[in-house]
């Protein structure tokens, strides 16, 4: 029973949340100057200054109703179809791109992390590159992932496109998963490794029973993060390759677009929450297998 | 004794060539010899963008059979989201033919030594422009001076910094700055001038609503500056193909001078209906993977300007010696932000050739085909949003 009202007081606040974003969108565009607030402008310099305040005329801030309509009409006018089915189109391939490197960063994310917890000279060695590695700009490294990839292909090896993606995507998810699992692993108290080791109980052993199971608390959390962090990576990857078909590059095609057609875009910018959203709520379904084992985890 | 078993197996593999040839239907042997070989019936054709009517010509060929009519059973046209660029396309075998900027090609050229040939000048004029508010006052190239001058970069700059430099304009005294695709920066006046296509950019910011009037902003409403009018001014949509392999492979040849048939047949429908080719266009963008193209009406007042630029009197697409070397010219005294100039020397004499579209014309017109003249424009009323 307690469960059930706290469950309707989340979705309460959940919309309530939402509702508060799109008043604030509407109270801005009615109260904000057209032209925004621009500061420190040299007098005939066009560009000069800083902007402290955005524009809201209608190309800037389009009308909250003004989006949602648009999903309604055609997406190129014609005979296309709505763009509401575009977008959905768009974001169910990026979610399986962004899934594969969902998979692929978990994969290589457990891994560094088992070696890690095994070897403190692996962690030693490896954690801080781990580290270094997302520092890299992915709008610098993508190209050179889809490079890579099509001198392979040439070569005669098939390397379709998305898989670049979903590689690009995977970078970005393996960081926290390999970071979550090295914490995960070396959670156990001091004094449930020694009963395993009065057991005679070896690596194998006291990893399956032990450490695995205290890792829960800490996999899912960093499992819903590579899954958001899967999606980022997926949108922008197909924006810095020009990789077709997804949510990202129909973002950018329609921002092109955009002065004769500024609700547009933001058809595409819903779905691509819309897809991080399913992205993160997909992990909480692995959650609910796995609730035995989260009593530690703190609620988030 | 060798000797003679050499001739016995030599008389033996003619023996059997004849044979082989005499219970062949078809004319094709193994490619011998230059005239004997396998016509290229597949081929592949890049774009250097999505399909919109800029390359309606090659769709309607597709759609009215004219591939087929010049004997290829497959064509393939290749759209480019941005990801993929037709020279290295080209280069890298991927595709047989390429529509690119020469500017661009000409950039790859010299950079990586790779041999393109320019077979049809499909766009006999420069469709760029630089657009102002009236009243700015900038109404030519040496107005830019001191000015914030928008430019999409990726290669599309060179004809702004070749016209400055022919009006003794530099990078330190114009500001040359990176715009999206959009023409808010122009309309929020972030930019002095932006650069448009007169097919495409220019249409877009005819079709967004004047706040002040509630109608449509009007072409009086700007000052055009158009680089076809300046020392600045490059060829740009070509056709280009491999020059190692024109040279060496008889059939990629006969395929060029077919596919130059069917395309130049394209292009002629379009002139002659402009409706119906901006209409082919759009069903194609609008059937093809995420292209998302901007309305029909778009489409249509893109294919009228296009034409423009195609049908210039003389002959489809054949290369004009002095428009050549005025776009090597400028290309060679252009100065971009870094100090770098496009190309430093000439390209090879093999970057542009006439030989394979004179024998396409001559064979259309053979066939009763009007593949000279100009376009007669129609009249296109934008509408918001060109759908």
């Known amino acids: ?300 | 004794m060798r000797h003679s078993i050499r001739r016995a197996l030599l008389a033996a593999t003619a023996m059997t060539a004849a044979v082989a040839l005499a219970a062949c239907t078809s004319p094709s042997t193994d490619g011998g010899d230059d005239g004997d070989f396998e016509p290229l019936t597949s081929i592949k054709l890049q774009l250097q963008w999505l399909p919109q009517a800029q390359f309606a010509g090659y769709y309607v060929a597709q759609d009215q059979g004219y591939f087929e009519e010049y004997g290829f059973d497959d064509v393939e046209i290749v759209p480019s989201g941005g990801d993929i660029v037709p020279q290295d396309a080209l280069v890298a075998g991927d595709v047989d033919f390429a529509v690119a900027w020469v500017p661009k090609v000409l950039g790859s050229i010299e950079a990586t030594g790779v041999e393109l040939t320019d077979i049809a000048q499909v766009f006999q004029k420069s469709g760029t422009l630089q657009v102002s508010w009236k009243g700015d006052g900038i109404t030519s190239v040496a107005d830019f001076e001191g000015k914030r001058i928008g430019s999409w970069g990726f290669g599309n700059e060179w004809e702004i910094f070749a016209a400055m430099a022919a009006d003794g304009l530099d990078s330190t005294s114009v500001s040359i700055t990176t715009q999206d695709f959009s023409m808010n920066a122009l309309l929020d006046r972030d930019v002095d001038a932006a650069q448009a296509m007169t097919y495409n950019e220019w249409a877009q910011i005819l079709e967004v609503v004047n706040p002040a009037t509630g109608e449509l902003y009007q072409p009086e409403d700007f000052d055009v500056v158009s680089y076809e009018d300046t020392d600045g001014a490059m060829l740009q949509d070509a056709i280009w193909a491999d020059t190692a392999r024109l040279e060496s492979d008889p059939a990629y040849a006969d395929a060029a001078v077919r596919f130059l048939k069917a395309v130049t047949k394209g292009w002629v429908y379009a002139r002659d209906n402009p409706e119906d080719a901006a209409a082919i266009t759009y069903n194609a963008a609008i059937n093809a993977e995420a292209a998302f193209p901007v309305g029909p009406v778009h489409q249509l007042w893109q294919m009228n300007e296009v034409n423009k630029l195609i049908w210039a009197g003389g002959g489809f697409g054949l290369n004009n010696k002095a428009a050549w070397d005025k776009t090597i010219a400028g290309a060679k005294s252009a100065v971009n932000q870094d100090g770098l100039n496009l190309i430093e020397a000439d390209p090879p004499a093999s970057v542009y050739s006439n030989e394979y579209i004179e024998k396409a014309l001559a064979e259309l017109e053979e066939e009763g085909v009007v593949v000279d003249g100009t376009y007669t424009p129609i009249d296109v009323v934008l509408t918001e949003g060109g759908q």
Not at chain 1, 7 to 17: D, L, Q
Not at chain 1, 147 to 156: E, L, T
Not at chain 1, 230 to 237: E, F, L, W, Y
């Open chain 1, 1 to 300: 029973m307690r469960s059930r009202s706290r469950r309707t007081s989340t979705v309460v606040w959940g919309v309530i949340g939402v509702l508060a974003v799109a008043g604030l969108w509407e109270l801005y565009k009615f109260l904000g100057p057209a032209e925004g607030v621009v500061v420190g402008a040299t007098e005939g310099q066009t560009g000069s200054g800083v902007m402290i305040l955005p524009r809201t005329h209608d190309r800037a801030m389009p009308h909250l109703w003004d989006m949602f309509a648009r999903l309604f009409q055609s997406t190129s006018g014609g005979d296309s179809p709505i763009l509401l089915v575009s977008v959905v189109q768009a974001a169910l391939l990026t979610l399986g791109f962004a899934a594969v490197g969902w998979l692929i960063g978990v994969a290589v994310g457990a891994v560094l992390g088992l070696l890690m917890q095994r070897w403190r000279l692996v962690e030693w060695g490896v954690l801080p590159w781990v580290v270094v590695s997302q520092t890299v700009p992915l709008i610098a490294f993508a190209p050179v992932v889809n490079a890579i990839g099509n001198q392979i292909d040439r070569s005669g090896t098939p390397w379709p496109q998305w898989f670049s993606v979903a590689l690009i995507a995977s970078y970005l998810a393996f960081f926290p998963v390999a970071v979550g699992a090295l914490r995960g692993l070396g959670a156990p108290d001091r004094i449930h490794l020694d009963l395993m080791r009065s057991y005679a109980a070896g690596y194998w052993p006291t990893l399956l029973r032990l450490r695995l199971p205290a890792a829960v608390p800490y996999l899912l959390p960093a499992l819903r993060l590579a899954a958001a962090n899967a999606v980022v990576g997926a949108v922008v990857a197909e924006v810095s390759i020009g990789m077709r078909g997804g949510i990202g590059r129909m973002l950018i095609q329609l921002a092109g677009q955009g002065s004769s057609d500024p609700a547009a875009p933001w058809g595409p910018t819903f779905g691509s929450i819309a897809l991080g959203l399913v992205a993160a709520g997909s992990v909480a379904i692995l959650g609910l297998v796995l609730s035995n084992y989260r009593r530690g985890e703190a609620t988030a």
